[in-house]
């Protein structure tokens, strides 16, 4: 390689963080074998949130590009930081353009839609699809700044496609419904007005697209979708 070449490769910060060295050098073999004449990566290590937590704010010069953050690792309790998400919380703050990829043993659902709501990564990697093809499949697509879910999450993600969510308010609302209990007289079991009782009720039943003005159909429908048994 020439001094030319050398000169013009994009130099990227890369943080990596996890409790298990080989995985560490596992992203480090992957990352060096990526488009090495194009860029010029530096690496730093981290193996908890404590030692991360010292690498993102004890110096206001460094700056991450990438961030690989394992959601489990030891806690840091003083700085109340006790996963990944907490440590990418943390950079984001710090380093709003940081590209996150974070990597989980999870698999449930309502767990994997928590971490994307909450932290939206660019990357998001079951470790039981954890390949070396994988992991540079994902870096790629992250780094040209696009979004990468391995394929256990996407299989996630679509089959609750069309899953209804309600909270915990309507579905006493359909409870009652159900059990016959008066409109009015519903204030007494749920802690909130009869006017947002009225709403949400209402919102049910374009939620459910129930057409008629009947709540029996309403509660038929909530069944039929196994909202409420």
Known sequence: MTAETASTRLKKNILIVDDHPFIIQGYKNAIARYSPDNYDFEIFEAKDCESAYHLITNTDSLFFDIAFLDISMPAYEEKGLFSGEDLAKLILEKMPDCRIILLTMFTEFLKIKTIISKINPNGLIIKNDLTFDELLLAFDCVIKNEIYYS??????????????EIDLFDKQILFHLS???ALQDM??????SLNAIEVRKSNLKELLKVKSGDDSDLVIGAKKMGLIF
């Open 151 to 164: 394929k256990s999450v996407k299989e996630m993600l679509e089959s609750h496609e069309n899953d209804i």
């Open 179 to 181: 059990k016959g209990t």
């Open 187 to 192: 204030p007494q079991y749920i802690p909130i």
